[in-house]
């Protein structure tokens, strides 16, 4: 039984966004396709006691350093010249990612998904401001007045607890982090792992 590759994602990480628009030629060459599965990065750094960067390496300006030239690395290596970093960063991501639980339930999470990358990491917005969120929303040509209902609903909060839950069960204790198999891969330097596991597990 083929079961696809697991995305877990969240807005906030531009390490997300980066291995995001990677992940189409990696489906093109494998012929696999993503399930993206929104969670709370917040609530994972919550359930494993990591925390983000800027703060664990608070002390370690070479440290901070290094990634930041990594990221340009990455970026100027696959010719990602749109992203940008948001100054708004960080950004509270709650509202977001219970808007992609409701997008994925009314069947519009590649649209959702890939609007709210762009105004986060492209053309950069405020995305933890309601007025923001729903103007974007409307932007895009997404249901904005039904995504904003069903977002508040309790079972939408649930599922993405339960998202989060799942990725914290799979090992994940950050964002990005893939799950081939039972195989966990943690990165978007680890993509070429990623893409190499799914070509061993396709059938001969």
Not at 94 to 121: C, I, K
Not at 165 to 193: C, M, T
Request: charged share 20%.
């Amino acid at each position: 039984m083929r079961t696809d590759p697991i995305f877990y994602f969240d807005f906030g990480s531009p390490n997300a966004y980066l291995a995001h628009r990677i992940l189409p030629g990696i489906e093109g060459r494998t012929g696999a396709t993503f399930r993206y599965v929104p969670v709370l990065l917040g609530g994972l750094f919550k359930l494993t006691g990591n925390q983000a960067p800027m703060i664990a390496f608070a002390n370690i300006p070479h440290k901070l350093a290094y990634e930041r030239r990594e990221m340009a690395r990455f970026v100027a290596r696959h010719g990602l010249t749109a992203f940008q970093m948001n100054p708004h960063f960080p950004v509270n991501t709650l509202q977001l990612m219970r808007l992609a639980v409701a997008a994925q339930t009314t069947d519009v999470l590649p649209g959702y998904v890939e609007a709210m990358f762009h105004f986060m990491w492209e053309a950069p917005r405020k995305l933890d401001d309601p007025a923001v969120i729903a103007a974007t929303l409307a932007e895009a040509g997404l249901p904005a007045e039904q995504l904003i209902t069903l977002a508040q609903a309790d079972a939408t909060k649930a599922a993405l607890i339960a998202n989060t839950q799942a990725a914290y069960d799979h090992g994940a204790f950050g964002i990005p982090s893939f799950i081939v198999g039972n195989e966990l891969y943690f990165g978007k330097d680890r993509l070429p792992d990623v893409e190499a596991e799914i070509g061993a597990r396709r059938p001969a």
